[in-house]
DNA sequence: ATCGGTACCTGCACGC
DNA sequence: TGCGTGCAGGTACCGA
């Protein structure tokens, strides 16, 4: 589900968190935990105060008092709730000095991990989209031979686009997502840098996409899924040509695009 | 060093 | 009604 936009929502609505203190927290099954010890991990954690809570891409992090840094992140069907109704998919149920924090996800994609130090897998991942500036941005997309929408659901490249947001802004900088990186001018990458900064930054406004399973951690649904131009419109006339979207697999993942205004 | 393919899970929509 | 198929915001790991 999540990708930088939902998760920057969810981070947002987490903000009563910051300072609170984890009385408590239960794992039940499921491989959230990646084979780490349940009861050693809920023994680490109780009586940590949450110092902060920050996305990296589409990872949650929360260095706790003590030094150590929860890790979460919420794979495809992820949640986070703040006092929800534990159900069949409840896989967390982290107990605060004021209020709960639950942990859902169907798809068991999502995982919580804690780390001594601040993760060197979250270290590795490419920057910040809404952070890199437009020239790095296409002198470094060039590089690559890759096919564009394989560089863009490359985390190592730049981290937090997904399939949603990837489709969305090759629409709107007009590429075909099967196009080389390096074949691709200066000016074009430019603008799809620029086509990726509008579209996460109106997403996030939008509070995120809600496709099926996306809330933020108050229950509520994003709204930007209106706005999606392409993505899941197979089909569909585009908005602005008419001619139908069609629907192409790349590295795994279908990609939506208009093969009128998004020549190869 | 980079790439594509596969695996991991559950739920839902669809055609028969 | 039920069953099989394909698809879904994710990443990790394998071998070429």
Do not use: W
Not at 78 to 95: C, E, M, Q, S, Y
Not at 117 to 144: M, S, T, V, Y
Not at 234 to 256: F, K
């Amino acid at each position: 589900m999540p990708e930088l936009p939902e998760v920057e929502t969810v981070v947002r609505s987490l903000e009563p968190l910051v300072g609170r203190r984890i009385v408590s927290a239960e794992f039940r099954g499921a491989r959230t935990l990646r084979g780490a010890d349940p009861e050693r991990l809920a023994a680490h954690l109780a009586g940590r105060r949450i110092r902060a809570i920050r996305r990296h891409g589409k990872f949650i992090l929360m260095p706790l008092s003590g030094g150590r840094y929860l890790v979460l992140h919420l794979g495809m069907t992820g949640r986070l709730l703040l006092g929800g109704v534990p159900g069949k998919h409840t896989h967390a149920i982290f107990t605060l000095d004021r209020g709960v924090l639950q942990f859902d996800d169907s798809r068991q994609f999502g995982v919580i991990e804690l780390h001594e130090d601040f993760p060197a897998r979250l270290a590795r991942l490419g920057p910040e989209p809404l952070e890199i500036a437009a020239e790095d941005f296409a002198r470094e997309l060039r590089r690559h031979r890759t096919s564009v929408k394989a560089l863009l659901l490359d985390q190592t490249f730049v981290r937090g686009v997904g399939n949603i947001y990837a489709d969305e802004s090759l629409f709107r900088a007009g590429i075909h997502p099967l196009v080389r990186t390096a074949r691709l001018s200066h000016g074009r990458a430019a603008r799809l840098h620029r086509a990726l900064v509008e579209v996460l930054t109106e997403a996030i406004a939008a509070g995120g996409s809600s496709i099926s399973d996306y809330v933020n951690a108050e229950g509520r649904q994003g709204l930007f899924q209106v706005s999606h131009r392409v993505y899941q419109r197979t089909g569909e006339p585009c908005v602005t040509c008419g001619a139908a979207i069609r629907r192409v697999v790349v590295a795994q993942r279908s990609s939506h695009f208009c093969p009128r205004c998004q020549r190869r």
